[in-house]
């Protein structure tokens, strides 16, 4: 499927194992990077089973058996105790980490807040992050050299704090961006207490600098509440039409219950949490990806030059090629880079006996990567999510939202924002990996590059 001019490329990523990692070994890769935990079996087995000291975990990367755990049996299996206490803490009120009714009631309150017209509303604030970033770039010049990751987390920073409080985040963004980093790095690694199941009540490594950074996180998002309720009563006709004003305004159709404070603030948290650095690897990625491929660069450059040239209406739609890179980069390096649920009963899942309280892992990295599932699974190659081909892909092995009742609500918008950011900034730029960069992949709580992605600006279009 790749063209035949270009070399296939296969971007950085670790080898598999030839055989499983002991028990010590396993903990100490998994402190470091998960991702270098997988041995080449996974890679081809649909379901693996591995004991762990007090439990039994499934890895399971079968498309039936991964619809049997995520829809068709979804209630048999709840989010796993490990994920939420890494994922949640100070996010415990937020649709990503409740569970059961008040899951349900907000899910239902919050869908048409992340539907695709209410999504396409928000091309314009999109944009105007995608150019004002450009305009930043284009006045550092050609010959200037930047961190793309750390520029991909202040571009998507920019996009959420536009279009969930169009009026700013009241105080600084830089300040903002600094706890957003504190939190992501005390809370992306997974340790031995979180592995092993030792309660919460046990101080984790960088605990207090958590709360410290929680409660920072609250004063802000409560004073950008505080006024914008003062506002709705006041004026509600010059309120603005953002995120915010519909988390506010947002009814759960079938109680008329209107969200709780804490829920309102949390599901901010959730969203700045849950939309910032996946979004923003996944532009890092595409960019990093574009830089070594010169056919799917002009691809890009000049679907962008002819598309953004035309109104903005539908305009996230119109860009095709842009948008097989950014579901490209999502397979090879999927920001999520694994799910995991704990089954409540006994199930079965292919030929194996799934018991109660066994953990089930899914991760896209591997699935992603399935010899039995992708062909040349290594290798950078858009074609296959050109509207042409995508019906060759099973709906089950391509999973960077997640799949089923507790799919990514903010996938429409991830997709569309990176969409538009990646167009503009190739449109305007030749970007060049800095020769001395080390490209890895690296999973935290997302799947980044581990020592940024250092690239210079040769061309400004
Ligand atoms: C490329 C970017 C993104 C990726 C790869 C991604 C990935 C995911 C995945 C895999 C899940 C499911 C987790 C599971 O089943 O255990 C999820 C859930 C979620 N995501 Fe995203 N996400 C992205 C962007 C966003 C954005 C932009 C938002 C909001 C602004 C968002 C909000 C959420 C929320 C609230 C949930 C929980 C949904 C529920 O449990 O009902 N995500 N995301």
């Not at 693996?48 to 890895?59: D, E, G, H, I, S």
């Not at 299996?77 to 803490?89: A, G, N, P, V, W």
């Not at 984790?204 to 006024?227: K, Q, S, W």
């Not at 910032?276 to 691809?299: C, D, G, I, Q, V």
């Amino acid at each position: 499927m790749l063209h035949r001019l270009e070399r296939r490329f296969c971007p950085p990523a670790p080898a598999p194992l030839p055989s499983r990692p002991g028990l010590l070994e396993l903990l100490a890769r998994l402190r470091r990077n998960p991702l270098e935990c997988w041995s080449a079996d996974f890679f081809q087995e649909p379901i693996a089973k591995v004991r762990l000291p007090f439990t039994q975990a499934f890895l399971v990367h079968d498309p039936d058996a991964i619809k049997r755990v995520l829809m068709d049996n979804a209630a048999n299996y709840r989010k796993d105790t490990i994920q939420r206490r890494i994922l949640s803490s100070g996010l415990s009120d937020g649709l990503l980490s409740v569970e059961g009714g008040r899951w349900e009631v907000q899910r239902r309150a919050l869908a048409p807040i992340f539907s695709r017209r209410t999504v396409a509303s928000f091309t314009a604030p999109m944009l105007a992050a995608a150019i004002e970033l450009a305009a930043k770039w284009r006045r550092m010049g050609a010959g200037a050299t930047i961190d793309v990751a750390a520029e991909m987390t202040l571009v998507t920073l920019n996009v959420l704090a536009l279009t969930i409080f169009s009026d700013g985040i009241g105080g600084d963004l830089d300040d903002f961006r600094t706890a957003m980093n504190a939190y992501f790095g005390v809370i992306g690694r997974i340790g031995a207490l979180d592995l092993f199941g030792v309660p919460k009540f046990v101080p984790r490594p960088g605990h207090r600098r958590l709360l410290r950074t929680m409660l920072y996180f609250e004063r802000v998002i409560d004073n950008i509440i505080d006024a914008r309720r003062e506002r709705l009563a006041a004026t509600p006709e010059s309120v603005p039409n953002d995120l915010l004003t519909l988390l506010l305004r947002s009814l759960d159709p079938s109680t008329g219950r209107r969200l709780e404070l804490r829920e309102v603030r949390s599901n901010i948290l959730t969203f700045l949490s849950a939309g910032h650095e996946t979004t923003a690897n996944t532009l890092a990625w595409s960019m990093f990806l574009l830089s070594k491929s010169p056919e799917w660069r002009s691809r890009v450059a000049e679907e962008a030059e002819r598309e953004l040239l035309k109104p903005v209406d539908a305009l996230a739609d119109r860009l095709i090629e842009t948008r097989a890179v950014v579901e490209e980069a999502l397979r090879l390096y999927p920001p999520i880079a694994a799910l995991s649920r704990q089954a409540i009963e006994t199930d079965r899942l292919g030929n194996m006996v799934v018991g109660p309280s066994s953990i089930i892992v899914i991760s896209p990295y591997v699935l992603h990567r399935h010899r039995r599932l992708w062909s040349d699974p290594d290798a950078f190659d858009p074609t296959r999510f050109l509207p042409q081909h995508r019906g060759n892909i099973p709906r089950f092995a391509y999973l960077p939202f997640g799949i089923g009742p507790r799919i990514c609500i903010g996938s429409s918008f991830a997709l569309q924002e990176a969409t538009i950011v990646l167009a503009v900034l190739t449109r305007s730029f030749d970007l060049r990996l800095s020769p001395q960069a080390e490209v890895w992949p690296v999973q935290r709580i997302t799947l980044r590059p581990a020592n940024g992605l250092p690239m210079q600006i040769e061309k400004v279009q």
